[in-house]
């Protein structure tokens, strides 16, 4: 786990405390996570891949699924995903057509991407 790309309470834009140098999407993730680069390079020495969200750092319970979602869908793709991965404008549609599922089963469900993070957008 290289933590860039893979500590998911680091938010897509910036926010108290974390600089636009700690931030990123799922754009972001899916193309330049070091983690996965380094994982398929097939080096036998490296298992798999982690994630972690801390909430030591102001994020609190109420802020963790628009952290988590949906990113960790994009880092699930990255470490189980057989064969070439799909281009991103692709990927980011099967993302869009989850969320309807995940905001059904009750989760908050964050902005995909830097671009699509509403003015005024409250991450807290």
Known sequence: SSNYY????FPLTPWRGYAKER???LKDLY???PSNKAYNEKNPLILGMSCALW???VVTERMIDQRLFPRIIGLA???WHQGEPLEFTRFYEHVLQ???WFEEQGYKFG???KSEVPQGYKWD
Request: proline letters at 5%.
């Open 31 to 33: 193309l330049d996570n």
């Open 111 to 113: 902005p995909v991407l």
């Open 77 to 79: 793709e990255q470490m």
């Open 23 to 25: 931030t990123f999407d």
């Open 55 to 57: 909430t030591d750092d």
């Open 98 to 100: 989850k969320k309807e």
């Open 6 to 9: 893979t500590y998911l309470n």
